[in-house]
């Protein structure tokens, strides 16, 4: 005996069908949106580790040649259409005339004539006498910044550090 009440179920509904594509045009822009913060969390997480690094090396670096420098000899000016303080020249106990500038972007780095790029992503660098009786202590800030993604979001990194200079 047949049973007449049994219906094959062979296919989708037209409705059940809408509703499927529905639902996976939801899950895949949420899906893109999800990424694309992750994306945007990855490289601003990943700038501010590269410029923390950055400033953490030249900060090391300009503190070991002032540490090795003559007090006597610090001289702190600009550039020509630079900001203000932003360049100091010493000679080290060894002879050597060291120059640190800021030319629009570029942190230099002059030894004896050797000319080296320190950073493409400065700024804002400083060097000042934080107290003017005491013209062995020299103050130096850097603020370094970097583009992100294609909104123009930015990281900043701001350091600074006071260094007393032995000679």
Known sequence: MVNIYKKQNLGWTLVEVLIIITILGILSLSVYELYLQIWRFYRL???QRVLQQEARNILDLIVWNLRNGRSDTIVISQNS?????SKIQFQTIEGSTVTYY???RKLVQVIDNNTKV???NVTYFTAVFPKSYEMNIVSIALTLEMYVYDIKKKALHMASEKVMVMN
């Open 45 to 47: 997480s990943n700038a």
């Open 81 to 85: 259409g630079q900001p203000y303080y």
């Open 102 to 104: 800021q030319q629009n």
């Open 118 to 120: 320190l950073s493409n």
